[in-house]
């Protein structure tokens, strides 16, 4: 069975400097692998995903990630936070190769400081 | 405001009772989603429709059922219900219902068992 594990549960951040929250996912073949953020008190929010073809996604809000399938990891980056960034981020992988079967990480709590 | 609504927004109740928690998707999408966010369990797909047909299903307990009806709101019963199943429930809608198109989600059902 799939699992995704993002070891940070937290991750405390100075606003400007950039961020880098990690996950991490076992399977075999390359599965499709997804962002979300979520604000307090709302639903998710898609920042990116990865089905195929280029390693480095771009997506909503200045966000990017990495899929690296030696290190079976899927970071999420982004060079300078804003305050209002803080929020829970979770990363989902899905090996259903179609459907929509996603598994979730235990989600990371992003703070950040002025 | 992503566009969907979910109803109630708060839902208070006693084990083995039975509750619907009911989602309208965003005008112009036929595919709708439900999952549950716990302390427990984390963040859990359940289960998925698309124009009125169950297309994908997640972990979801045998106690819950879901439908979506011909003008594209969906329902999600829960019965017998368990301390365990406290949670708050997401619903989330997609055009299509294809793992490319992004979801929007809505603000959860937080339901509380005593």
């Known amino acids: 069975a799939q699992s995704v594990t993002q070891p940070d549960i937290h991750i405390t951040v100075s606003e400007g400097a950039s961020l880098e929250l990690r996950c991490n996912y076992s399977?075999?073949?390359?599965?499709?692998l997804f962002w979300y953020v979520q604000s307090p008190g709302q639903g998710l929010q898609l920042l990116l995903k990865?089905?195929?073809?280029?390693?480095l996604v771009q997506g909503i809000k200045g966000f990017e990630a990495e899929f690296k399938r030696s290190q079976s990891s899927f970071n999420l980056r982004k060079p300078s936070v804003h305050w209002s960034d803080a929020a829970e981020y979770f990363c989902?992988?899905?090996?259903?190769?179609?459907?929509?079967?996603?598994?979730f990480g235990r989600g990371t709590s992003l703070i950040v400081h002025p | 405001d992503s566009g969907v609504t979910q109803t109630p927004k708060h839902l208070i109740t006693a084990t083995g009772q039975r509750v619907t928690l009911r989602c309208s998707p965003r005008?112009?999408?036929?595919?709708v989603y439900w999952y549950q966010q716990s302390l427990d369990q984390g963040l859990q797909f359940l289960i998925q429709?698309?124009?009125?047909?169950?297309?994908a299903k997640g972990n979801i307990l045998e106690r819950f059922s879901a439908q979506q009806f011909p003008d594209l709101h969906s329902e999600l019963n829960l019965s017998s219900l368990e301390l365990g199943d406290s949670a708050l429930y997401f619903c989330?809608?997609?055009?299509?219902?294809?793992?490319?198109?992004?979801?929007?989600f809505g603000d959860g059902t937080r339901l509380s068992i005593l």
């Open positions: 989330a809608s997609s055009v299509t219902g294809t793992p490319n198109q992004p979801q929007h």
């Open positions: 399977y075999g073949a390359t599965p499709y």
């Open positions: 990865y089905f195929s073809g280029d390693t």
């Open positions: 989902a992988v899905d090996e259903s190769g179609g459907s929509y079967i996603p598994t």
């Open positions: 005008s112009g999408d036929l595919s």
């Open positions: 429709y698309y124009n009125g047909e169950e297309r």
